[in-house]
């Protein structure tokens, strides 16, 4: 069974970096879209950032653009999201995704990680 599995997620402060890895178990991955979608307790799972197959193209959530940064390396099957500036409003458990079509909506991926725990204090 295809497995994405994230890693990098931990404690750190205002204003510091963390980044994230998730990498698929099958090799066809680098025909799929990867999203990055987070949640926080008590509110519902919002979209982060998403990358186009090629890499060409990526989205992100207005909250996280200009701080975060989604890239792929096909060779490797791994997705990254480099996240700096980090603010107590991040903290939340960060999910990779991977699918089919390009965009903001969940239901547009087929294969989900476990989820990693960013937290930020203040």
């Known amino acids: 069974q295809v497995q994405l599995v994230e890693s990098g997620g931990g404690l750190v402060q205002a204003g510091g970096s963390l980044r994230l890895s998730c990498k698929a178990s099958?090799?066809?991955?680098?025909?799929?879209?990867w999203g990055w979608f987070r949640q926080a307790p008590g509110k519902e799972r919002e979209f982060v950032a998403c990358i186009s197959w090629s890499g060409s193209s990526t989205s992100y959530a207005d909250s996280v653009k200009g701080r975060f940064t989604i890239s792929r390396d096909n060779a490797k099957n791994t997705v990254y999201l480099q996240m700096n500036s980090l603010k107590p409003e991040d903290t939340a458990v960060y999910y990779c995704a991977a699918g089919g079509s390009f965009g903001r909506n969940p239901s547009a991926y087929t294969y989900w990680g476990q989820g990693t725990q960013v937290t930020v204090s203040s």
């Open positions: 099958e090799r066809p991955f680098s025909n799929y879209v």
